[in-house]
Structure formats: C-alpha cells, structure tokens
T-cell receptor
Framework: KAGVTQTPRYLIKTRGQQVTLSCSPI?????VSWYQQTPGQGLQFLFEYFSETQRNKGNFPGRFSGRQFSNSRSEMNVSTLELGDSALYLC????????????FGPGTRLLVL | GENVEQHPSTLSVQEGDSAVIKCTYS??????FPWYKQELGKRPQLIIDIRSNVGEKKDQRIAVTLNKTAKHFSLHITETQPEDSAVYFC????????????FGTGTSLTVIP
C-alpha cells in the first residue's frame, strides 16, 4: 500500500496570509491526525478527524482548523499566519479512532516570514 | 490533559553499548504507549509499542517496559549500532478517546562508532 502523503512539502508565506495543507492517508484508513513539530515543543497534537468528523482537538487557537472528506483525505488550514506558526506539520493516519498505530506522512515544512 | 516528560534530551553511547530512554506520564487513564524513531529529515516511524495490560515487550534489540503504578515507561536499545542514531519520541494516549497522542519532547541519540 502507498504510505501517507502530504502536499505541498514546503511552503513560504508571509504574516497575515492563510495556508491550506493536504494529507492523503493510507488506503482504508479513516482516521487522520495532525501535529505541529517545532524544535522547542516537539510534536503537539492539533486535531483528529474520523469519518469526516472532528473527534479530538488540541490546545491551538481557532486560526487552526481542519476538515476531512468522504475519501478520508484531510486538509488543515491556518489563517492569519504568525511567525510562530513556522513549523513542520505532520499528519498521521490510522485504520480506526481507537488509539492504535499511527503512520506518519513526510510533513509539510511551513516558513512564515 | 496528559503530560508526558522524556529524559534525557540527548544521549551519546559507544557502539555496542545499551541506551535507555525514560518517559513519565500524568494521566492514569493512558493505556497505549508507542515509541517513534525520527531520522534527520524523515518522518517519525513506529518502532515498538506497549499497552497497559503488558509490563514488557521485546523486539530483537529493542524493548519497552511499563510501570503503571509509577506511571513511567522506558525504551531499551541493546547492542547499539550507528544506524540507531536518531531522535526518539515516546507518546501516550487513552485508546477509548481516539487517536490523540501526547508526545515527549524527544531524545537525540548518537551512537559513536
């Protein structure tokens, strides 16, 4: 099976702009979780989508949002970008939403100038 | 919410020696504990996991132990090799609440040939 894919792999934006990142899970996987990875904070959970519904949400401001489509592909959106949003954004997919093995994508590296 | 602490943040060992990384968690409801290895510029990859009904699990040179009473779990790598050099992350989740994983801040392991 093909692994988790993310697009784009790299992005450069300026403060105030908005950005949309995409994640395609492993075929058959219905859960997609998003994480922000920074050198100082490690991996921090953003949200999880399962069967097109947000199941869990981490402690991030409302500028961070997401959605999931019927084919399980997921997008996350960050509005009004801030310098501190510069990070590697990783998505991970699982077959179900019962705390089992997550498979990570390669990530999207976002740089906000 | 859950808080996962990981120590040490950096670890250097001689090739052939053992390496131990320790994590503590705060929420006694957590019942699934995966470990991920992330090589430079690559995605995190699951190397071993343990569920709360098991005290120890081993896979070749890698083992994980769990002490539910003390709320800590450890990763043990024996006979280390240069290719073990990477950043290792521990995580914890409560399976019944979905795929919301709380990660430690990572341990950068260097194996010196």
């Amino acid at each position: 099976k093909a692994g988790v894919t993310q697009t784009p792999r790299y992005l450069i934006k300026t403060r105030g702009q908005q950005v949309t990142l995409s994640c395609s899970p492993i075929s058959g996987h219905r859960s997609v979780s998003w994480y922000q990875q920074t050198p100082g904070q490690g991996l921090q959970f953003l949200f999880e989508y399962f069967s097109e519904t947000q199941r869990n949400k981490g402690n991030f401001p409302g500028r961070f949002s997401g959605r999931q489509f019927s084919n399980s592909r997921s997008e996350m959106n960050v509005s009004t970008l801030e310098l501190g949003d510069s990070a590697l954004y990783l998505c991970a997919s699982s077959q179900t939403s019962s705390g089992e093995t997550q498979y990570f994508g390669p990530g999207t590296r976002l740089l906000v100038l | 919410g859950e808080n996962v602490e990981q120590h040490p943040s950096t670890l250097s060992v001689q090739e052939g020696d053992s390496a131990v990384i320790k994590c503590t968690y705060s929420d006694s409801a957590s019942n699934y504990f995966p470990w991920y290895k992330q090589e430079l510029g690559k995605r995190p990859q699951l190397i071993i996991d343990i569920r709360s009904n098991v005290g120890e699990k081993k896979d070749q040179r890698i083992a994980v132990t769990l002490n539910k009473t003390a709320k800590h779990f450890s990763l043990h790598i024996t006979e280390t090799q240069p290719e073990d050099s990477a950043v290792y992350f521990c995580a914890a989740s409560i399976r019944s609440t979905g795929n919301q994983f709380y990660f430690g801040t990572g341990t950068s392991l260097t194996v010196i040939p």
